[in-house]
């Protein structure tokens, strides 16, 4: 029975959106902003701390600034394009193209794993300033 109102309430949430998309968008798009605008707030929190070590300090932070934005929003849209295909591939019941999607992203998360730890091990490259 309870199999039978999930359907329907999926069916209600697809006549939804089917009626009024620009809701829809903006459904699946706040979340987005509102975690950009977590990372912008970080951004400002950061460069006020920062600023107290100096002018080289603040100019290296607003250097890496843009390569951050992209590597943030590279991960978010890639986020949001794997996650659509997997629900893509269950809503059509392809069991082998989903479980290759999220081997994929398991894979995509471990390389990011191996990366982070192999750049904070990196223990001869330390820059303080004065």
Known sequence: MSSLKNKDKNRNRLQDF?????K???????P???GMGVHIMYTIVDMLFIGRLGGNAIAA???NMPLFFFVLGLTFGL???V???IARFIGSRQK???????????LL??????????SVSRKEEKYYYS
């Open 18 to 22: 089917l009626r009024n998309p620009a």
């Open 61 to 63: 932070v607003a250097f």
């Open 83 to 85: 996650t659509a295909s």
């Open 32 to 34: 987005m902003m509102a």
């Open 24 to 30: 829809g968008l903006w459904t699946l798009a706040l």
């Open 96 to 106: 082998t193209k989903q479980i290759i999607v999220q081997n994929t992203q398991f």
């Open 79 to 81: 986020g949001s394009g």
């Open 109 to 118: 998360v471990q390389l990011s794993v191996l990366f982070s730890l192999q």
